[in-house]
């Protein structure tokens, strides 16, 4: 899809776990970009936790849709295991 989407002109992105705080932050400020629910957790739960303003990876997106596939794998599978992030304490 993303060659389509280029294609009519908009940019087209991909966060995953090993991405850095900088690319993940340009994946979201693209037009579409491809995230798993986990991931997109874990990017807030950073942001919230975040020392510096240079650490947020969200920071001001305004996210207009989203399309979820495999609803039923986020809200049953996943829900078993909770998000945990710590930090230095």
């Known amino acids: 899809m993303g060659k389509l989407y280029r294609f009519m002109g908009l940019s087209c992105a991909a966060v995953q776990s090993s991405s850095s705080v900088a690319a993940a932050r340009a994946a979201f400020a ?12 874990f990017s807030f739960l950073k942001d919230n936790t975040a020392l510096s303003v ?3 990876t969200l920071r001001d997106e305004k996210f207009h849709f989203a ?3 495999e609803v039923d794998s986020i809200l049953i599978d996943e829900s078993r295991n909770p998000m945990i992030i710590s930090g230095r304490g």
């Open 30 to 41: 693209a037009d579409v970009t491809y995230v798993t629910g986990q991931e997109l957790g």
């Open 54 to 56: 240079l650490d947020l």
């Open 67 to 69: 399309i979820v596939d």
